[in-house]
């Protein structure tokens, strides 16, 4: 059964949250994202294309970064541009190449993979690259 908090707590816990990372907070961030970075790049598949690699969400924004958070990256493919039907005043050729949506989840996936070895993909949009204890935050 999970355990609650306590009203204290839970103020204890939210001022922790709210304290910038630690030098060796940061250290564990960074080498999260730039194992990621780093799967990205070696991945053969992504050779050549331009695809950027960024944090997102609260550990960019310096909010709720300590030791018992993750790390959210974004893997966006910049060859390609897809829309909706949206009303556009100038519309881009509608991007037909090999490189859909699900082809990129599919390779960002195997780039995991291969980077990391076991990931937990049963997500409908993240990946998560598990923590390694004293080494880095989990990743999503």
Not at 72 to 94: H, T
Not at 127 to 139: A, I
């Amino acid at each position: 059964m999970a355990h609650q908090l306590t009203y204290e707590q839970r103020i204890a816990l939210l001022n922790k949250w709210k304290n910038p990372p630690g030098p060796s907070e940061n250290l564990r961030l960074d080498r999260a994202e730039r194992m990621v970075r780093d799967a990205i790049a070696r991945y053969a598949p992504f050779q050549g294309l331009a695809i950027t690699v960024d944090p997102k969400g609260s550990y960019p924004n310096n909010t709720n970064v300590r030791s018992d958070s993750d790390v959210d990256i974004k893997v966006q493919m910049n060859e390609c541009f897809f829309y909706d039907g949206a009303s556009w005043l100038a519309k881009p050729d509608r991007y037909s190449g090999p490189w859909t949506p699900e082809k990129l989840r599919t390779e960002v996936e195997r780039a995991l993979v291969q980077h990391f070895g076991a990931i937990d993909t049963d997500h409908n949009i993240a990946f998560n690259v598990p923590e390694v204890l004293g080494s880095r935050p989990s990743t999503d």
